[in-house]
Structure formats: C-alpha cells, structure tokens
RNA sequence: GGAGGGAUGGCAGAGUGGACGAUUGCAGCGGUCUUGAAAACCGCAGUGGGCGCAAGCUCACCGGGGGUUCGAAUCCCUCUCCCUCCGCCA
C-alpha cells in the first residue's frame, strides 16, 4: 500500500506516476472521493463524542449526589428531622439527570449512525488502497513492457559450447531416469513431474548449497516458515486481492498455500515494532512454491521450467529507508554468487516501469543461460517494494534517535528457484553420451559423485 | 474431537459499571549524587486518527467484531489465538 497521503496530497503525480506502470484500473477517484467525506465525518462524530463524554461525566457527578442525598434522607427517619427539603432536591435531580440521560442518549444515536458510515467510509478505503500499486523508484527507466526492460552484458562461466548437439533437459532427463514427466502427470496432471534418483538429490543438493552459502558467506538467518498460511498474509505481500486467480487455497479453513516464501517472510514480523539496531534483517528460506498457472495457460508446458509446484530458496530483507536500495544490490549480487558458484552463465536484467509489477519499486531480474533449450531463464526476480508491504503488513521499527515508529523497507530475491536451476544444470553439464558433470561446488553435497549415469 | 481456564502498555502483573489510557514492578530515557560505575532518589515516557503554520486541542484504542448503558478494561454475544486435561495421531 502506498501513502494515501501521497494522493491527498499530490494527486495529480500519483495519477502520472500510474499511467507511467501501465495500471488503468488504480481506484485513485474513489479514494480521494471517499477519503474527503471520511474526514468530514470525523470531524463531526468527534465534537459529539466529546460532548457525549462530558455529559456522561456530569451525570455520573449527579448519581454521587443522589446517592448521598438518600443516604441523608434515610437518616431523617430515625431522626425523626423534616425530609421535605431533600426530596425536593432529590427530585430537581432526577429531573434534570433524567432530562439529561435523554438528550445523551440522542447524541448516542446520531453518533452511531455516523460511526457506521464511518465504517463503511474507512472500510471503501481500505479495499480500494489494495489495489493501488506501488509506485515507481524515480530511477526506474520508462518503458510500456517486458520488451523494453534492459538487458546486461552476460557474466560468469562462458556460455557453453559443444562439439555435438546438446539436448534439452526433457530429453536428457527420461534418458537418464532422473526426471519422470509420465508418472507426474498420471499422479498429479499436466506440469507435474517426478524427480527420481539422482535427480531428486541433485535438486536436494544444490536446495542445501543455497541455503548454506547464504548463511555461511552471506550473513543470512535460515528460516522454516509455515508452508500455508492465513489470507491475510497474502494480503499483506501485495498478493491479494489483486492475484486471487494464481492462489491454491483449502477449501473448509483459511489456509492458502504459499505461492513464494516471501509470502510468510513479509509477514514474519507483522504488527511488531523492531528497533533500528536489530535491522537489516537479513532471511533466507527454503519452501516450496504454489501456483495456479492461470495467467500463463499453455505456456512454458514443456519440461520443468513451470509447474504447479516447484522449490526455491528465497532470500528476505527488512532495512531502514536509508539503506533499501544498498540492499537491492547486494541481493542481485548474492544472487548472482550463486550463479558464479554452479558455474552458471548469466545476465542482470534492469525492469522498466511496464514490468515492475503491483508491490516492487525497483526491480531487477537475473536470468541463467541454457545450453539445449537454448534460453535464457529467469531464476532470481530481486525487488525492493519499499514500505509498500511493510504497510500491508504493519512493520515498524523505532529509530535509533527515538522518533516515532516508521515502516521498514522490505526486499526480496530468490537466490535461486529450483528447477531452472536444475536445467540450466543438466543442459550446460551434459556429455556427449548424455550423462552429466556434476559442478564441483555441488559434488561435496551428492556424497562426492562427479557424473550423474543412466538408472533403470 | 470433548471439557475447562485465559488474552491488559516493551515484559511481568493489578484492576469487575463513573475521577482508568489505566496501580505497581522490571526494562528504557533524562537528571541528582559519584573520580567513574553501581545503588539510591527525582522526573519523563504507549499506538493510531482528526484539526492546526505551530504551540496545542481533540477522538479512539485493555486480543478482533457486535450488543446492553447516559457511561464499558469491567456485563452479554460472537470470532481468533494461547494454556491445561481427556481422546486420537506422525
């Protein structure tokens, strides 16, 4: 979520600033409609809540006084004194509290009429800010889409070369017996898969290659998060309402599978207030990934690259506005590391405004090189969404100074995602009798195997 | 799945209809004292919203939502989460 201040105040920009990410269905009208109203509002229920509070007070005040009136009046009895004077005064009291209780009890009514609208102002809001995107880095160059974004020169390993014809990964893997595209779809349907032998523990391999470089040469805590987890956590990483469609959901509770860790990261410390010494918090986790396809039917069917289901390690930061954006490099570096490590042939892309997305500010993607189906994969999408999640989600942290609590700036990148990983792998790696080299970084995690051979 | 008990400020823990946004302790910040530190003592301290150039004024918030009442942390309903016991289970 963005600042509604933003287009409070400077509508005219926010609305610019939209057009340039292509959004056309951003509600910016209904809120500033709804947002003026709500303060009307405000200011009225709030003048008759203090009215009703020292009316409240001033009856409160003549209860006392009745109190110890009766009191008195009981002792007239056995005294045998005149009570005439006190009833009257009792009566004058009852009187007027009861004139007052009255005319209280109106300004209740009228205050609870407007509360609701109130409500149902706040409540459009609310609902009409989640679907505002977040807005642009100024750095971010424009382009209306993925064709414009801007691509690096390639870095690391060479791109291979081969004195035969290197075969794709859907080829290569059945041969060997490590990837089994028939009995996923029979257990599972179409992009599903199983990995079998040394497949599978290549993928568990370089999941634990990951997972320990970051840790170990990146200063990142490991994190096991729940793999579902409430809608509300999808609502605050910016992927609900908006991606309702992608979403694998339980059908009795609300529970929705994660479609990326960064899902549960975002939320790890929702509604809390960190203090600025505790950040950066750096995390990485490793969890599988959800998602429904939709948005891609008939795409990528072929072979690993998309399924309904895949693995990746993902690496998660909370920092300071300050430093989010020396953060945003060092994760597309780390990320990179990776690349470098497997001995990966690789690119940065820089995202245009077309391309960012609903929740970044600022994205770059890293994309690998593979050899037999000859393209380049995205495996890492680093972003920095700003304090848009920390919005949605509700993480604060106090500043060092003391000042009033400020959202934190949030970033993710994978570092990497599994199975283009696994093909880049597999393609680049592959021997001319279709066996595979094992990276060197890798061999210490496959019990110290140099080649994947054929199994039956 | 069944029965019961809980949820109060950063933490601990009082408060059962009106002076309570909330006693107290710890932690925090400032000060006194001290060569320095500790201890002791004094003081300041929550979050969000609205109005305002500001000083400030004001409203809301005691797990969430709804209700009763002139008035709710306190009474009622409901949801969520936590704890204990029983059952079942990897």
């Not at 009257?88 to 007027?96: E, P, T």
């Not at 634990?208 to 409430?230: A, C, K, S, W």
């Not at 860790?261 to 203090?275: F, K």
């Not at 939709?294 to 990528?300: F, L, P, Q, V, W």
Request: with cysteine.
């Amino acid at each position: 979520m963005i600042d509604i201040s933003l287009i409070r105040e400077k509508p005219e920009w926010v609305r610019e600033q939209i057009a340039r990410l292509g959004d056309e269905k951003a509600p910016i009208e209904d809120i500033l409609a709804a947002d003026a109203r709500r303060r009307e509002i405000i200011l009225e229920v709030e003048d008759l809540r203090r009215r009703r509070n020292e009316s409240s007070k001033q009856i409160g005040g003549w209860m006392g006084a009745i109190k110890k009136l009766e009191n008195e009046l009981k002792l007239t009895t056995t005294t045998g004194q005149p009570a005439g004077e006190i009833e009257s005064r009792l009566n004058a009291l009852h009187q007027q509290m009861d004139e007052a209780k009255d005319d209280t009890r109106r300004l209740g009514d009228r205050i609870a009429t407007l509360e609701e609208e109130l409500r149902a102002t706040e409540a459009k809001i609310d609902e009409k800010m989640l679907w505002v995107p977040n807005l642009p880095h100024e750095s971010v160059p424009y382009g209306p889409d993925d064709s414009y974004n801007i691509a690096y020169q390639p870095q690391g390993a060479p791109l291979p070369t081969f004195d035969f014809e290197p075969k794709a990964h859907w080829d290569l893997g059945p041969a060997l017996g490590i990837i089994d595209f028939d009995r996923g779809v029979k257990l599972s349907g179409s992009r599903f898969y199983v990995l079998r032998g040394a497949g599978a523990h290549l993928q568990r391999a370089v999941i634990q290659f990951m997972l320990d470089y970051h840790t170990n040469n990146h200063g990142y805590t490991e994190i096991y998060p729940p793999f579902m987890v409430r809608s509300a956590m999808f609502v605050g990483a910016g992927q609900l309402p908006k991606f309702v469609d992608n979403i694998y959901r339980d059908a009795e509770e609300d529970y929705m599978w994660l479609g990326t860790a960064e899902i549960a990261l975002t939320n790890l410390h929702r509604d809390e207030i960190l203090e600025e010494s505790d950040l950066p918090l750096n995390y990485v986790a490793y969890t599988p990934c959800f998602r429904r396809e939709k948005m891609s039917a008939g795409r990528d069917v072929r072979g690993i690259k998309r399924g309904h289901q895949f693995d990746k390690v993902e690496m998660y930061k909370f920092t300071t506005p300050e430093t989010s954006y020396e953060h945003l490099d060092l994760l597309v570096k780390h990320a990179t590391d990776i690349c470098e490590a497997l001995e990966l042939p690789y690119r940065r892309i820089e995202m245009v405004t077309g391309d960012l997305g609903f929740a970044a500010a600022k994205k770059f993607d890293v994309e690998i090189w593979a050899a037999g189906c000859q393209e380049w994969l995205e495996v890492s999408s680093a972003s920095n969404c700003e304090a848009f999640q920390a919005r949605r989600a509700n993480v604060r942290y106090r500043p060092a100074d003391g000042g009033r609590p400020r959202h934190v700036h949030t970033l993710n990148a994978s570092g990497l995602a599994l199975p283009r990983v696994m093909i880049a792998i597999l393609e680049n790696n592959q021997l001319a009798d279709g066996r595979i080299r094992v990276p060197n970084a890798l061999r210490p995690y496959m019990g110290g195997k140099e080649i994947i051979e054929p199994i039956d």
